[in-house]
């Protein structure tokens, strides 16, 4: 990078200083496990089986899973080719910001981070309100103690969610601030973790009689419980859909959400090691990891229960009925084999890495504002970092504020942190980017031909990057399309949430411009000749 690039002449410059200070340490190992966190081991490998069998009642848990993760590979390949072209912080909003249009770049990423802090927040309000009574719940009714039942229902008063969701908070914090090597080993730590928890309900669903389950549900639900949850399900409105495919295809906003975070390490590609091959292995092996994981999880579960019956469960505790549900593929398992080593791995396992899911959100969001700040769109002290953590602590503690805000508005009934509202904003969001990796061929044809072998390949004359950008430029614009056309995925999209959007957007290009219009009277240069360049690596 010439000198002349990072300034104009004398003090006026175009960037916050001459390099980012950031450390590449992270190789493709570390990248497969920040992409496994995002997903989450506990959180989304609760859902195919609690929510989406329920949603969609008679539909393939194994083809949601699948389709959506096949359709996922295209969006992960495009946003590794956009790390790979700017294998910088924030390589989207840098990607889009010089390529497609700076102000659009900036309030896209805006409304992203911001409600990517608030989602921290309500993931870590996950832990004590659902996540926790789930487990507790679990083993006070195996284990008979009501002890632990108690504790359930005082982790999801709002007290609870507060108390215990502001620990969490402070710890994610406190390991976010840390060398990024000392993070990935927080995470690889958590990754094993995780696989042991599951490979705990493995066998127990795994080497339990093909027959056993009705039996080992009626001794601890009650007896007869068993064989009349499909009739009572279908008492409160449950519908056996036959059209599968319909079913698949509205499910895959559902896949999304289950597999969202595959494609993280490009928003912190600055501290990626070899990008372009690093970005790829990463998100593919993290999302075929937790699709398998997943997949074998229900493959053993339907040995032992019917699909039907598995949607009866969750469609109950989606419905109006008040009566006890477990729709928890954690309590499936330990029924059949109840034992308090073996629940006490999976609470262990299964909370360690919830604070993984919330310490990957806190990761990614603080480099993405570190970028803004470093394109002196923000205050340049939001970039500092620590000479010895080698961290950008203020854009932590940020992102740490917005996350106590999200776990607060959790608590008390709010809905900003909507995970299924944050899915559509995000895709909404990633319009932006994908568009300009699509275009990049020919809007910056300059920087593509000196961009890497892997951003570079073509199919005949067209790049693939183009071929594949449409491709999951399709799949975005379908997502947005099911949350209106199926509101049950969605989350029903209102006017409410189409105007938060829209306000967000419009804050983002008022702070955009504010900026400008800061950095030209006090000192005389136009922000509109940062995004002429490429930022300082």
């Not at 993760?69 to 992960?76: G, P, S």
């Not at 360690?352 to 394109?375: E, H, K, M, P, V």
């Not at 570079?456 to 999951?472: L, Y």
């Not at 189409?498 to 922000?527: H, M, Q």
Request: hydrophobic share 55%; net charge positive.
């Amino acid at each position: 990078m010439a000198q002349a690039e990072v300034t104009i002449s004398g003090d006026r410059r175009l960037y916050a200083r001459k390099s980012s200070g950031l450390v590449r340490t992270i190789g493709v190992f570390g990248a497969m496990v920040f992409g496994v966190h995002c997903i989450s081991l506990s959180s989304s490998g609760l859902i195919p089986y609690s929510w989406v069998a329920g949603v969609w009642p008679g539909s393939s848990i194994i083809g949601v899973l699948t389709v959506a993760m096949i359709l996922c590979l295209f969006h992960a390949y495009t946003y590794a080719a956009i790390g790979a072209t700017m294998p910088r912080s924030a390589a989207d909003y840098t990607l889009a910001s010089r390529t497609l249009n700076a102000p659009l770049a900036f309030a896209a990423s805006w409304t992203l981070v911001i409600f990517s802090a608030m989602v921290a927040g309500a993931l870590i309000a996950w832990i004590p309100s659902s996540a926790l009574p789930t487990l507790m719940q679990t083993m006070g009714i195996v284990l008979n103690n009501q002890g632990f039942l108690n504790f359930a229902t005082w982790s999801q008063s709002s007290t609870g969610i507060i108390v215990i969701g502001t620990i969490c908070t402070i710890i994610t914090f406190l390991t976010m601030i840390l060398p990024t090597r000392t993070i990935l080993r927080i995470l690889e730590v958590g990754f094993f973790l995780g696989l042991l928890a599951w490979a705990v309900i493995y066998f127990q669903l795994g080497t339990a009689p093909a027959d056993a389950f009705p039996a080992a549900w009626d001794k601890f639900m009650g007896d007869g419980s068993y064989a009349g949850r499909i009739e009572l399900a279908k008492q409160y409105g449950m519908v056996i859909n036959p059209n599968v495919a319909v079913m698949t295809l509205a499910g895959l906003i559902m896949g999304f959400w289950i597999f969202y975070g595959y494609y993280i390490p490009t928003f912190f590609a600055g501290e990626v090691k070899q990008a372009d091959t690093t970005l790829i292995a990463g998100s593919w092996s993290s999302l075929i990891v937790t699709w398998a994981i997943f997949v074998v999880g229900a493959i053993l579960l339907q040995r032992l229960v019917p699909l039907e019956w598995i949607a009866a469960e969750s469609y109950l505790s989606q419905s109006d009925y008040e009566g006890l549900t477990m729709p928890w593929i954690i309590f499936y398992a330990a029924i059949l084999r109840p034992s308090f080593p073996l629940l006490l791995i999976v609470l262990v396992g299964w909370v360690y890495t919830l604070i993984n899911l919330a310490q990957t959100y806190f990761f990614y969001c603080s480099r993405i504002i570190f970028a803004w700040s470093f394109d002196r769109l923000i205050p340049e002290k939001v970039c500092y970092i620590h000479p010895k953590l080698h961290s950008p602590i203020v854009a932590i503690a940020i992102i740490t504020i917005i996350a106590e805000i999200g776990v607060i508005d959790a608590a008390l009934g709010g809905v900003m942190g909507a995970q299924l509202n944050f899915v559509f904003f995000a895709v909404c969001t990633q319009l932006v980017p994908v568009t300009a990796m699509t275009l990049f061929p020919y809007r910056r044809p300059d920087l593509f031909e000196n961009a890497s072998a892997f951003v570079r390949r073509k199919i005949g004359n067209v790049p693939v990057v183009t071929i594949v950008g449409a491709i999951t430029l399709a799949y975005l614009l379908w997502m947005i399309i099911a949350s209106f056309a199926f509101p049950a995925v969605g989350g029903r999209i209102g006017v409410g949430t189409l105007g938060t959007l829209a306000a967000f957007i419009i804050s983002g290009l008022i702070v955009f411009y504010a900026a400008r219009a800061y950095r030209l009277k006090k000192e005389g240069i136009d922000l509109n000749w940062t995004f002429q360049s490429i930022p300082p690596v």
